[in-house]
Nanobody, 120 residues
């Protein structure tokens, strides 16, 4: 099994910054795409950003220029640097990873979520 554990959420004022971290552990053979999703109250979960094993990234239009995703393969970790935060960024943020536990088995894993609240 694979576990994803997020950290770094919290309360921040508009215009502030937060850095989310997610570390994968368990029976990991290799990790492919890693990403961050969020679910705001009353809304569906949406993609925030993702990064491939080759380093290619894509972002939701709403966060382009403000958020940066990165990964550290030596630590099986993915990060989300969030700058210029807005109240509409308030949501539970979830880490996601496509992980091979053996050479043949690829599964999709999710973290438990971390709350980000942007408010004055």
């Amino acid at each position: 099994q694979v576990q994803l554990v997020e950290s770094g959420g919290g309360l921040v004022q508009p215009g502030g910054s937060l850095r989310l971290s997610c570390a994968a552990s368990g029976s990991i053979f290799s990790i492919y795409t890693m990403g961050w999703y969020r679910r705001a109250p009353g809304k569906q979960r949406e993609l925030v950003a993702r990064i491939t094993s080759g380093g290619s990234t894509n972002y939701a239009d709403s966060v382009k220029g403000r958020f940066t995703i990165s990964r550290d393969d030596a630590k099986n970790a993915v990060y989300l640097q969030m700058n210029s935060l807005k109240p509409e960024d308030t949501a539970v943020y979830y880490c996601n990873a496509d992980v091979k536990t053996t050479a043949r088995v690829l599964n999709d894993y999710w973290g438990q979520g971390t709350q980000v609240t942007v408010s004055s």
